[in-house]
């Protein structure tokens, strides 16, 4: 029975109100459907905002079901940004300059466009950059979550989603067997449809669990030192190593990241593994001991026992999560919310989501 303080409905309710939630707001929104999105704190200022913002879209370590939906996300992107932008009016810095990565063991990636250098051609491309022995160019690009972030808020309230913020989910209340409405920590929310993008949070929405956890990563931001012209970056391409992974920004910041930590939902950061990314970064790029530590901070992503997305219906009908995107909830927004919206829509989703289904777990 649902509280006599529920005042309004909607088509969705969307619980969650990061970059996955967001993106899939604005896609129903534009779809003709009414769309509100619950966060308990402020939108994309979770995980999205702790994000690095590669769109590693060659990685050899992408599990075999993901590479399509990572391929096809990927090449969605720039159209993605620039519809953002058209939107929001808000500028969302996106690089394509591409990444050089050295992976362990020989890996190889597997991607139109990748190419192997030697070490006397990582230096005509990055000449300060330190990477002993073969290295690899990919072909990718990498995002500013926040901007982006930013942006996918300004664009939803654009198109006319509502938003309720400083209230958490805890239910999805049923009626007749149908999802029906959402209880919150103040209030009720009825819609039809309801969609679990809470990320690391997801697994605390009752009744039905969506096996999600913490995965904790800590990042370092650097910036040039006080009253030092800004002379340009120190190096273009995101580099990716076992040990580092540095991604410049065009505002002139460098980040340094990022740990993998299972410390539940634990976002202090430590100095000391502050420190040991910092000097990581300077052994890579010596220059970087010339710029300071501005900022670190921690984020916890979203992992799963398979440590593959859980997308589509739950048991439960109208009931769905987009969810457990793990490292790669950035990479995924756009693809994520055009399936799970054909889903919701009635429609066949363009490519095959029986591998994420939240069922796989009952």
């Not at 534009?30 to 060659?58: D, F, N, W």
């Not at 940004?81 to 690089?95: F, K, M, P, W, Y």
């Not at 990582?122 to 000449?127: A, D, N, R, T, Y």
């Not at 669990?209 to 030092?228: D, E, H, S």
Request: glycine share 10%; aromatic share 6%.
């Amino acid at each position: 029975m649902l509280y006599n303080r529920t005042v309004k409905s909607w088509d969705v309710i969307i619980a969650g109100g990061g970059v996955i939630g967001l993106s899939l707001a604005c896609r129903l929104q534009t779809q003709g459907l009414r769309v509100v999105v619950i966060e308990k704190h402020e939108p994309a200022r979770e995980a999205s905002y702790a994000a690095g913002g590669m769109i590693a879209s060659c990685d050899p370590h992408i599990p075999q079901e993901l590479k399509p939906l990572v391929a096809a996300s990927a090449q969605l992107y720039p159209s993605f940004v620039q519809g953002l932008q058209n939107d929001s009016g808000e500028s969302v810095d996106l690089r394509d300059a591409g990444t050089i990565a050295k992976f362990e063991n020989g890996e190889i990636p597997e991607c139109t466009g990748a190419r192997q250098l030697s070490p006397e051609e990582v230096l005509l491309s990055e000449p300060l950059l330190r990477l002993p022995g073969l290295a690899w160019f990919l072909p990718e690009r990498s995002v500013d979550p926040r901007g982006l972030g930013r942006a996918l808020v300004t664009a939803a309230k654009h198109h006319g989603v509502d938003f309720v913020t400083g209230s958490q989910v805890i239910e999805v209340i049923a009626a007749d067997g149908h999802a029906a409405a959402v209880r919150t920590t103040h209030s009720d929310y009825a819609a039809a449809v309801v969609v679990n993008c809470l990320g690391a949070w997801a697994a605390q929405v009752q009744p039905i669990p969506i096996p999600t956890r913490p995965v904790k990563g800590q990042m370092v931001c650097l910036v040039p030192q006080a009253g030092t012209a800004h002379a340009g970056l120190p190096i273009q391409h995101v580099v990716r190593t076992p040990g580092i992974y540095i991604i410049p920004r065009s505002d002139g910041r460098i980040l340094l990241g990022a740990t993998v930590e299972d410390t539940g939902f634990d976002k202090r950061v430590d100095p000391t593994t502050i420190q040991k990314l910092h000097q990581a970064g300077i052994e890579a790029v010596p220059e970087l001991a010339n710029m300071r530590i501005h900022d670190a901070w921690a984020g916890l992503r979203p992992g799963t026992p398979d440590d593959l997305p859980i997308l589509g219906e739950t048991s439960l009908p109208g009931y769905y999560a987009a969810t457990g995107h793990y490292r790669d909830g950035i990479l995924l927004a756009p693809i994520t919310a055009q399936l799970v919206s054909e889903l919701i829509m009635g429609l066949r989703p363009a490519l095959d989501l029986q591998p994420f289904s939240p069922l796989r777990f009952v």
